[in-house]
């Protein structure tokens, strides 16, 4: 598969291609010529008109952001998320350096208990599962200063206490900042969590780690890179920790690490690969037995159904990923995180989207906004689905999803022929930190 480094006419000739179609089938299923469909994957002829852009991309049933090649753009000011000065104070702490504190004559900084810490560690990551990243950067703002200091200077526990906390906030922020489309400082906050994890005395947070720094490679178009980790992490903690006899936590992260083994797979168009590490995940979730949450992984049979319906979706095999879907008890869904539901719903939309079902996606969209707000509203690929199937709807769009494409401020309310720029109201609060 092509990366954000290739040119898009190379990823409209990839998914042609693997299509089964002609440059002459492709061009007169959208109404081009043949020589304009050349031009294109040559290179020759930019894509620059994002309308262009979806109408290949329903012609390839693929979503937008697959032709793309990339995650989309975060638009900054969209109400109740981040802002650039707030993912700017989380840049700045990321870049300053505490510890150094006594050769940079700055103050020194008091240490909190890690006790202390801990609890806000653990609040941070409550938040995060509840969606509510918004609530989630803020107190990144505060950890990433405060951490550091308690691993140099430990208050009621140990410099290796403090490390794995440390570990776990960069994790929180590179997960964070991904999905917000801050793809550099993503990779920048998962390097800082595998450091401070191996300063650590759990290898399992070292394994995690691995994870958030595979999922910075994807969103950065690194999909063979972040394939290869993967694998490489699995491998070496299964072996490490003794397979069959392995803990329910251990073989919790081992499946973790399998699966964003899998997606990296997918993206890079192998789906062998992909199929045998989704089967591989398969048998640790058997193993386990159940749905469950070591290490904030969310590891279970259902997980792995999760993943393999995405999978679908990323190698352009939309109505395969709806039949996953379907295979899911929606008990065990609903037992599942609420960022884990509303993702699942997201995917479930693109799958959608890839099919020509604009009214089935919008009823996946607007259930993810439902479970998780701010998984739809604060993160640049939900923004850019709502664009797509409000291009592509034949008609007034479903009042759900009208209601919720003017709250995001989606414009060409209606698709084509549809009425247009609908007022924008303000996005409805998110809960309040006492609902968390």
Known sequence: MESETQPMGRRVAYWRQRRGMSQQVFADRIGKSKSWVDKIE???????????ITELAEALSIDAGQ??????????GLGGCLDQVEVESIRQSLERYERLGRFLEAAPIESTPIPELRGSVN???LAFEK???PVVARSLIQLLRDTPVAEDRPVGGTSADAAELMTQVYQIASTVLRKLGEAQLAWLAADRAISAANRGN?????????????NALRALGRHQAALDLNVQVAHGLISETGGENSTPAQISVYGALLLQGAMAAALA???TT???LLDSASRAANILGRDANYYYTSFGPTNVLLHRAAAFVELGEGSDALAVHDRIPPAALADLVAERRAHHHLDMTRACVQVGDMERASRHLVTADRHAPAEVRCRPVAIEL??????RTKGEPAQDLRRLAEEVGALNLGGPGGPQAAAIRPVRPLAALSDL
Request: aromatic fraction near 8%.
């Open 386 to 391: 709502i664009d797509q199937i409000l291009h």
């Open 67 to 76: 032709l793309l090649g990339r995650e989309p753009k975060r638009r900054p």
């Open 269 to 271: 168009g192998d789906s």
């Open 42 to 52: 040559r290179g020759v002829r930019r894509l620059d008109k994002y309308s262009v």
């Open 202 to 214: 759990d290898p399992l947070l070292a394994g995690i780690a691995t994870t958030r720094v595979s």
């Open 131 to 133: 969606g509510h990243y």
């Open 123 to 125: 609040y941070c990551w």
């Open 274 to 276: 992909s199929e045998d």
